[in-house]
T-cell receptor
Framework: DTAVSQTPKYLVTQMGNDKSIKCEQNLGHDTMYWYKQDSKKFLKIMFSYNNKELIINETVPNRFSPKSPDKAHLNLHINSLELGDSAVYFC??????????????FGPGTRLTVL | AQSVTQPDIHITVSEGASLELRCNYSYGATPYLFWYVQSPGQGLQLLLKYFSGDTLVQGIKGFEAEFKRSQSSFNLRKPSVHWSDAAEYFCAVEYNYGQNFVFGPGTRLSVLP
Protein backbone atom coordinates (compact mmCIF):
# COMPACT_ATOMS: atom_id res chain seq x y z
CA ASP A 1 0.00 0.00 0.00
CA THR A 2 2.97 2.27 -0.71
CA ALA A 3 1.79 5.81 -1.47
CA VAL A 4 4.59 6.86 -3.84
CA SER A 5 6.79 4.18 -5.33
CA GLN A 6 9.83 4.35 -7.57
CA THR A 7 11.69 1.76 -9.57
CA PRO A 8 14.46 0.89 -9.62
CA LYS A 9 15.90 1.71 -6.21
CA TYR A 10 19.44 1.54 -7.57
CA LEU A 11 20.62 2.13 -11.11
CA VAL A 12 24.23 1.76 -12.24
CA THR A 13 25.05 2.51 -15.85
CA GLN A 14 27.74 3.68 -18.23
CA MET A 15 28.17 7.19 -19.60
CA GLY A 16 26.27 7.77 -22.79
CA ASN A 17 23.50 5.31 -22.03
CA ASP A 18 19.79 6.13 -21.91
CA LYS A 19 17.81 5.15 -18.83
CA SER A 20 14.39 5.60 -17.27
CA ILE A 21 13.12 5.80 -13.73
CA LYS A 22 9.48 5.03 -13.03
CA CYS A 23 7.22 6.63 -10.46
CA GLU A 24 3.70 5.77 -9.42
CA GLN A 25 1.41 7.27 -6.81
CA ASN A 26 -1.82 5.77 -5.50
CA LEU A 27 -2.96 8.83 -3.57
CA GLY A 28 -5.14 10.29 -6.30
CA HIS A 29 -2.99 13.42 -6.40
CA ASP A 30 -3.08 15.70 -9.41
CA THR A 31 0.50 16.95 -9.35
CA MET A 32 3.73 14.98 -9.45
CA TYR A 33 7.35 16.11 -9.20
CA TRP A 34 10.90 15.00 -9.79
CA TYR A 35 13.75 16.15 -7.58
CA LYS A 36 17.48 15.65 -7.78
CA GLN A 37 19.47 15.31 -4.57
CA ASP A 38 23.20 15.75 -5.04
CA SER A 39 26.04 14.36 -2.97
CA LYS A 40 25.75 17.27 -0.54
CA LYS A 41 22.09 16.40 0.09
CA PHE A 42 20.88 19.52 -1.69
CA LEU A 43 17.40 18.99 -3.10
CA LYS A 44 16.39 20.74 -6.28
CA ILE A 45 13.12 20.47 -8.10
CA MET A 46 13.46 19.37 -11.71
CA PHE A 47 9.91 19.09 -12.97
CA SER A 48 6.34 19.18 -11.87
CA TYR A 49 3.39 17.81 -13.79
CA ASN A 50 -0.20 18.86 -13.22
CA ASN A 51 -2.90 16.94 -15.02
CA LYS A 52 -0.40 15.73 -17.60
CA GLU A 53 0.93 19.20 -18.34
CA LEU A 54 4.45 20.27 -17.55
CA ILE A 55 4.29 23.40 -15.46
CA ILE A 56 7.87 23.73 -14.27
CA ASN A 57 11.19 23.01 -15.87
CA GLU A 58 13.99 24.39 -13.74
CA THR A 59 16.86 24.85 -16.22
CA VAL A 60 17.24 21.11 -16.48
CA PRO A 61 19.18 19.87 -19.52
CA ASN A 62 16.94 18.65 -22.30
CA ARG A 63 18.52 15.22 -21.93
CA PHE A 64 16.02 14.84 -19.11
CA SER A 65 12.42 14.38 -20.11
CA PRO A 66 9.46 13.60 -17.88
CA LYS A 67 6.71 11.49 -19.35
CA SER A 68 3.30 11.00 -17.80
CA PRO A 69 1.16 8.24 -19.32
CA ASP A 70 -1.60 9.00 -16.83
CA LYS A 71 -2.26 10.99 -13.68
CA ALA A 72 -0.79 8.32 -11.42
CA HIS A 73 2.55 7.99 -13.19
CA LEU A 74 5.43 10.32 -13.94
CA ASN A 75 8.49 8.65 -15.42
CA LEU A 76 11.86 10.29 -15.89
CA HIS A 77 13.84 9.54 -19.04
CA ILE A 78 17.49 10.48 -19.25
CA ASN A 79 19.42 10.39 -22.52
CA SER A 80 23.18 10.36 -23.00
CA LEU A 81 23.95 10.00 -19.31
CA GLU A 82 26.86 12.00 -17.92
CA LEU A 83 28.98 11.57 -14.79
CA GLY A 84 27.34 14.63 -13.27
CA ASP A 85 23.95 12.97 -13.44
CA SER A 86 24.93 10.69 -10.57
CA ALA A 87 22.59 11.55 -7.73
CA VAL A 88 19.51 10.38 -5.90
CA TYR A 89 16.31 11.17 -7.75
CA PHE A 90 13.08 11.53 -5.80
CA CYS A 91 9.57 11.45 -7.10
CA UNK A 92 6.84 13.22 -5.14
CA UNK A 93 3.15 13.98 -5.44
CA UNK A 94 0.76 16.56 -4.08
CA UNK A 95 -2.93 17.42 -4.23
CA UNK A 96 -3.19 20.93 -5.61
CA UNK A 97 -6.72 20.60 -6.97
CA UNK A 98 -8.33 22.45 -4.07
CA UNK A 99 -6.22 25.54 -4.65
CA UNK A 100 -4.90 25.21 -1.12
CA UNK A 101 -1.38 24.43 -0.14
CA UNK A 102 -0.58 20.82 0.59
CA UNK A 103 2.49 18.92 1.47
CA UNK A 104 4.30 16.65 -0.91
CA UNK A 105 4.59 12.92 -0.42
CA PHE A 106 7.93 11.52 -1.44
CA GLY A 107 9.01 8.22 -2.89
CA PRO A 108 11.97 6.29 -1.49
CA GLY A 109 14.39 7.59 -4.11
CA THR A 110 16.45 6.09 -6.92
CA ARG A 111 20.21 6.20 -6.56
CA LEU A 112 21.71 6.67 -10.02
CA THR A 113 25.40 6.01 -10.51
CA VAL A 114 26.99 6.82 -13.84
CA LEU A 115 30.39 5.20 -14.46
CA ALA B 1 13.67 34.79 -5.87
CA GLN B 2 12.34 32.59 -3.15
CA SER B 3 14.99 31.00 -0.96
CA VAL B 4 15.33 28.99 2.21
CA THR B 5 18.40 29.01 4.40
CA GLN B 6 19.36 26.67 7.19
CA PRO B 7 22.40 28.22 8.85
CA ASP B 8 23.56 25.05 10.60
CA ILE B 9 25.01 22.38 8.33
CA HIS B 10 25.60 19.91 11.13
CA ILE B 11 24.43 19.84 14.76
CA THR B 12 25.40 17.34 17.44
CA VAL B 13 23.38 16.97 20.63
CA SER B 14 23.33 14.47 23.45
CA GLU B 15 20.39 12.16 23.83
CA GLY B 16 17.80 13.75 26.09
CA ALA B 17 18.96 17.28 25.34
CA SER B 18 16.75 19.88 23.71
CA LEU B 19 17.05 20.74 20.05
CA GLU B 20 16.44 23.75 17.86
CA LEU B 21 17.06 23.75 14.11
CA ARG B 22 16.96 27.11 12.39
CA CYS B 23 15.23 27.98 9.15
CA ASN B 24 14.87 31.35 7.44
CA TYR B 25 12.98 32.01 4.26
CA SER B 26 12.69 34.73 1.68
CA TYR B 27 9.28 35.03 0.13
CA GLY B 28 7.17 38.11 -0.51
CA ALA B 29 3.74 36.69 0.11
CA THR B 30 2.36 34.58 2.95
CA PRO B 31 4.67 31.60 3.24
CA TYR B 32 3.57 28.01 3.41
CA LEU B 33 6.28 26.22 5.33
CA PHE B 34 7.26 22.65 5.97
CA TRP B 35 9.81 20.60 7.82
CA TYR B 36 10.81 17.23 6.42
CA VAL B 37 13.11 14.57 7.85
CA GLN B 38 15.25 12.19 5.84
CA SER B 39 16.74 9.16 7.56
CA PRO B 40 19.82 7.61 5.95
CA GLY B 41 18.95 5.92 2.67
CA GLN B 42 15.31 6.90 2.94
CA GLY B 43 12.90 9.30 1.32
CA LEU B 44 11.56 12.44 2.96
CA GLN B 45 8.88 12.33 5.62
CA LEU B 46 6.78 15.31 6.61
CA LEU B 47 7.24 16.38 10.23
CA LEU B 48 4.92 19.38 10.27
CA LYS B 49 3.56 22.24 8.23
CA TYR B 50 2.37 25.81 8.65
CA PHE B 51 -0.30 27.35 6.49
CA SER B 52 -2.02 29.88 8.71
CA GLY B 53 -3.45 30.38 12.18
CA ASP B 54 -1.57 29.48 15.32
CA THR B 55 2.09 30.23 14.79
CA LEU B 56 3.18 27.30 16.96
CA VAL B 57 2.53 24.05 15.14
CA GLN B 58 2.85 20.54 16.44
CA GLY B 59 4.14 17.68 14.37
CA ILE B 60 4.94 14.02 14.60
CA LYS B 61 7.60 12.44 16.81
CA GLY B 62 7.31 15.21 19.40
CA PHE B 63 8.53 18.01 17.14
CA GLU B 64 7.12 21.51 17.02
CA ALA B 65 7.93 24.63 15.02
CA GLU B 66 7.23 28.30 15.49
CA PHE B 67 6.54 30.71 12.65
CA LYS B 68 7.82 34.24 13.25
CA ARG B 69 6.89 36.56 10.42
CA SER B 70 8.97 39.44 11.77
CA GLN B 71 12.09 37.29 11.63
CA SER B 72 11.15 35.31 8.51
CA SER B 73 11.88 32.19 10.51
CA PHE B 74 10.34 28.79 11.05
CA ASN B 75 12.54 27.05 13.61
CA LEU B 76 12.07 23.42 14.54
CA ARG B 77 12.27 22.33 18.17
CA LYS B 78 12.15 19.21 20.27
CA PRO B 79 12.41 19.22 24.07
CA SER B 80 14.21 15.89 24.40
CA VAL B 81 16.07 14.26 21.54
CA HIS B 82 16.11 10.49 21.02
CA TRP B 83 18.90 8.58 19.27
CA SER B 84 16.46 7.70 16.48
CA ASP B 85 16.14 11.40 15.63
CA ALA B 86 19.57 11.36 13.99
CA ALA B 87 18.83 12.28 10.38
CA GLU B 88 18.87 15.09 7.85
CA TYR B 89 16.26 17.81 8.34
CA PHE B 90 14.96 20.00 5.55
CA CYS B 91 12.95 23.18 5.75
CA ALA B 92 10.88 24.04 2.67
CA VAL B 93 8.58 26.76 1.35
CA GLU B 94 5.76 26.15 -1.10
CA TYR B 95 4.43 28.76 -3.45
CA ASN B 96 2.25 29.09 -6.53
CA TYR B 97 -0.28 26.68 -5.06
CA GLY B 98 1.93 23.64 -5.20
CA GLN B 99 3.60 24.39 -8.47
CA ASN B 100 6.93 24.89 -6.83
CA PHE B 101 8.78 24.02 -3.70
CA VAL B 102 12.10 25.38 -2.53
CA PHE B 103 14.08 23.35 -0.03
CA GLY B 104 16.79 24.55 2.28
CA PRO B 105 20.21 22.91 2.16
CA GLY B 106 19.43 20.68 5.13
CA THR B 107 20.82 20.27 8.64
CA ARG B 108 22.36 16.98 9.63
CA LEU B 109 21.58 16.01 13.21
CA SER B 110 23.84 13.65 15.10
CA VAL B 111 22.83 12.32 18.52
CA LEU B 112 25.39 11.25 21.13
CA PRO B 113 24.48 8.45 23.52
Amino acid sequence: DTAVSQTPKYLVTQMGNDKSIKCEQNLGHDTMYWYKQDSKKFLKIMFSYNNKELIINETVPNRFSPKSPDKAHLNLHINSLELGDSAVYFCASSDTSSGLYNEQFFGPGTRLTVL
Amino acid sequence: AQSVTQPDIHITVSEGASLELRCNYSYGATPYLFWYVQSPGQGLQLLLKYFSGDTLVQGIKGFEAEFKRSQSSFNLRKPSVHWSDAAEYFCAVEYNYGQNFVFGPGTRLSVLP
